[in-house]
């Protein structure tokens, strides 16, 4: 699996943590957030929200893992995009869940509040927790069927409900769109011209000029 991290400023410290705790599961880790509190431009929870949502929708990645102190901005932020099904996990047990009950693609991490003593191991805890299972496996078992169907469902009204993603990338404001696209590593991560919907492709070339 490919997963981008996508820390924002007021979580950029916790960086090294996330990538040490998805050291060894086996994934392609895109580190293509803050590195370190101070960097520039400086990437919001509304940056990242737009940049996670565009990695998926552009089939860079096939898993998102972001945050911010709460967890709630970016949770908010990356939902208003469509293709993009987040979970705001808070613990182990939050991971095991999400991946067999909802089947996402995104996760949002409460980078600062209750993160104290032992956090980055709660991490490494919860990673491991969350890509162990079956995604959409369901859980109780006897639920299985019923929530597949419902996640069948969520992915039509998201569809429904949404305008095309080169679309959204042509009528955001510039002060969303271009820290994201100008932050260092980003493009070659996209690589645009390599990027199969055409549309979308042209969209992010136009945004660059």
Not at 76 to 84: D, H, I
Not at 87 to 100: I, R, T, Y
Request: net charge negative; proline share 4%; hydrophobic share 40%.
């Amino acid at each position: 699996m490919k997963i981008a991290v996508i820390n924002e400023t007021s979580a950029a410290d916790r960086n090294a943590d996330i990538l040490a705790a998805l050291d060894g599961l086996g994934h392609e880790i895109l580190n293509v957030g803050m590195k370190r509190t101070g960097e520039k431009p400086e990437l919001t929870y509304i940056h990242t929200g737009f940049l996670g949502a565009l990695l998926l929708n552009a089939g860079r990645v096939d898993f998102v893992v972001g945050g911010c102190g709460t967890g709630q901005g970016f949770l908010n932020s990356v939902m208003q995009y469509p293709g993009v099904f987040c979970g705001h996990l808070m613990s182990p047990l939050d991971a095991w869940l999400f991946n067999q009950i909802n089947a996402g693609n995104c996760i949002s991490l409460a980078l600062n509040q209750g993160y104290g003593w032992a956090g980055e191991i709660n991490l490494k805890f919860l990673f491991e927790k969350l890509f162990s299972v079956e995604k959409g496996g369901g859980f109780p078992p006897h639920r299985r069927e019923s929530q597949q169907q419902s996640r069948l469902l969520l992915t039509e009204i998201n569809r429904e409900t949404h305008r095309n993603f080169a679309e959204i990338v042509t009528v955001l404001p510039d002060d969303v769109v271009k820290p994201a696209l100008e932050y260092p590593g980003v493009l070659g991560v996209l690589d645009c011209e390599s990027i199969e919907n055409w549309e979308l492709k042209h969209a992010i070339i136009r945004r660059l000029k």
